[in-house]
């Protein structure tokens, strides 16, 4: 079964720029999406179909994909981003999900 | 703005069969190309996609899961559920409905429920 990979934790200073990848096989040649959850609710979308962002959604959020990785950026990371970070893509009509990745503004 | 709700009890006993529902207010349910899906999150742990239903019917299953889940749709009440048989604690999770948007290998999931927590317990 297909799968993808996230760093459990990634750090980052308030106002610097957050990096967080999710890897999986030719994962460039699929779609990519990424849902933010803060702490007891439910997820909210940030980026779809590897680099758009859903209407709401700051700007400082972007998304890239390429070969085996896609990569949620956050520039100018503020203490209101500080939740855990699940990518998505398809693979043969199933949904996978990352492991998520819980990100830590210090 | 589209809502979602999910509602079923959430407390079960090991062997039963989870039953939850998902009744979509603010649209709806047959509108075309819009499919609908469950996701669960046990405590603690990352999100697993179930199941997808589009309002003809059309299904996609997880395979992890497929042999004991079923998901349906009753337009008449603008709601879709999902029913997973056979369940111990390792099916103790919040459970999500949510709205797929996109085709088969470009969708996302835009709108999402408030989650509902079930637990198995004896």
């Known amino acids: 079964s297909y799968e993808l990979a996230q760093p459990p934790s990634v750090s980052v200073s308030p106002g610097q720029t957050a990096s967080i990848t999710c890897s999986g096989d030719?994962?460039?040649?699929?779609?990519a999406c990424w849902y933010q959850q803060r702490p007891g609710q439910s997820p909210v979308l940030v980026i779809y179909q590897d680099n758009k962002r859903p209407s709401g959604i700051p700007e400082r959020f972007s998304g890239s994909n390429s070969g085996n990785t896609a990569t949620l950026t956050i520039s100018g990371t503020q203490a209101m981003d500080e939740a855990d970070y699940y990518c998505?893509?398809?693979?043969?009509?199933?949904?996978?999900f990352g492991g998520g990745t819980k990100l830590t503004v210090l | 703005q589209l809502q979602l709700q999910e509602s079923g009890p959430g407390l079960l006993k090991p062997s039963e069969t989870l039953s939850l529902t998902c009744t979509v207010s603010?649209?709806?349910?047959?509108?075309?190309?819009?499919?609908w899906g469950w996701i669960r999150q046990p405590p603690g742990k990352g999100l697993e996609w179930i199941a997808n239903i589009y309002y003809s019917g059309s299904t996609y299953y997880n395979p992890s899961l497929k042999s004991r889940v079923t998901i349906s749709v009753d337009t008449s009440k603008n709601q879709f559920s999902l029913k997973l048989s056979s369940v111990t604690a390792a099916d103790t999770a919040v459970y999500y409905c949510?709205?797929?948007?996109?085709?088969?290998?470009?969708?996302?999931?835009?709108?999402w429920g408030q989650g509902t927590l079930v637990t198995v317990s004896s």
């Open positions: 949510a709205r797929r948007n996109g085709g088969n290998t470009d969708s996302y999931f835009d709108y």
């Open positions: 603010g649209g709806s349910i047959s509108t075309v190309s819009y499919y």
């Open positions: 998505q893509a398809w693979d043969t009509s199933t949904a996978v």
């Open positions: 030719k994962l460039g040649d699929k779609y």
